[in-house]
C-alpha cells in the first residue's frame, strides 16, 4: 500500500498585510488549490498547500506562478516578490521565515507601495537589420562571403563575423537606448536594462513606476513605438511585482 505524499507549503509572495483575504484558488499541476496568508506583524506570505516536492520550471509551472502573484496584485498593491519553486514544510517554517525577513521587508513596503513593474523588450525588424548591416560594407562583404562558404568558412573568419556583429549589435542597442529607453526611463520611479536574450534584441529593460500613472506611461510607451515602428517591433508587458528592483534571497538550503 503507498503511502500519500507529504505536503508542503508553496510561497507565492509577500505583501503589506495583516488581514486574512480570499486570494481565491490556483490550479497546480490540474488540481485547484486555495491561496491563504500566513501573517507576522503588518506583512504576510501568500502561500498555498502543495505536494511536497521540486516543482521544475516548466512553462505550467512559471505560468501557475504568475498567475497566483497577479491575482494577489488585483487586490493588494504593495506585493514583494519571491522566486519561483520554493516550497517549505510547513507553515511555521515560513512564518519563522517572513519574521527574519521582516526587517527588509519593512524597508521595502513603502518603497514599493503603490508600484508596479513594467516590461520592455526591443526587437529589430530583419528588414532594418538588413538595411543597417547593408551600410557597414566590411561587415556586409564578410557576411556575404561566409554565407558564400557555409560550413567550410574557415574558424577565423567566422570569428571575425562574430567580433564585428556583437559591435554592429551593441551600436544599434546603445541607438535603441536614447530613443526608447531614456524617455520612458524620465516617466519612471526607477529603470534597469538587462542582459538581451537573444541577438535581434536590441534592448531588455525594466521600468518601477506608480500605478496611478499607468496610463500615461503607456501612452508613452505608444508615442514612441509609433517613431519606431519601421524599424523593431515592441514587446511590452506587466503589470508585474517588483522584480527587478527587490533583493530577498531565501535561504532555501535551510528549509
Not at 144 to 169: H, L, P, T
Not at 204 to 215: G, Q, S, T, W, Y
Amino acid at each position: 500500500m503507498s503511502q500519500k505524499a507529504k505536503n508542503g507549503i508553496y510561497m507565492v509572495c509577500g505583501i503589506q498585510s495583516e488581514e486574512k483575504e480570499d486570494y481565491g484558488t490556483i490550479k497546480v499541476e490540474g488540481v485547484a488549490k486555495k491561496l491563504f496568508t500566513i501573517p507576522y506583524k503588518d506583512a504576510s506570505i501568500v502561500a498555498m498547500e502543495v505536494p511536497m516536492k521540486v516543482y521544475p520550471p516548466n512553462k505550467d509551472n512559471l505560468m501557475m506562478h504568475q498567475k497566483a502573484v497577479s491575482q494577489v496584485m488585483k487586490k493588494n498593491s504593495t506585493v514583494i516578490p519571491v522566486s519561483f519553486g520554493n516550497v517549505f514544510h510547513s507553515k511555521g517554517d515560513v512564518k519563522v521565515l517572513l519574521e527574519n525577513l521582516y526587517p527588509q521587508f519593512q524597508k521595502l513596503f513603502p518603497e514599493i507601495k503603490g508600484k508596479i513593474e513594467v516590461g520592455l523588450k526591443v526587437l529589430g525588424k530583419q528588414e532594418w537589420l538588413d538595411s543597417q548591416i547593408s551600410k557597414n560594407p566590411k561587415l556586409s562583404k564578410i557576411r556575404s562571403q561566409v554565407a558564400d562558404k557555409s560550413k567550410a568558412a574557415n574558424y577565423y573568419e567566422r570569428i571575425e563575423i562574430g567580433g564585428m556583429a556583437k559591435e554592429f549589435f551593441m551600436a544599434l542597442g546603445q541607438e535603441v537606448q536614447q530613443g526608447v529607453f531614456r524617455p520612458l526611463e524620465n516617466l519612471a520611479v526607477a529603470a534597469k536594462i538587462n542582459e538581451p536574450l537573444t541577438e535581434k534584441m536590441l534592448l531588455n529593460a525594466a521600468f518601477l513606476i506608480d500605478k496611478e500613472k499607468e496610463e500615461e506611461f503607456d501612452r508613452k510607451v505608444n508615442e514612441v513605438y509609433e517613431k519606431w515602428e519601421n524599424r523593431v517591433d515592441f514587446n511590452y508587458s506587466g503589470p508585474w511585482p517588483a522584480y527587478n528592483f527587490v533583493n530577498i534571497r531565501l535561504k532555501v538550503e535551510d528549509k
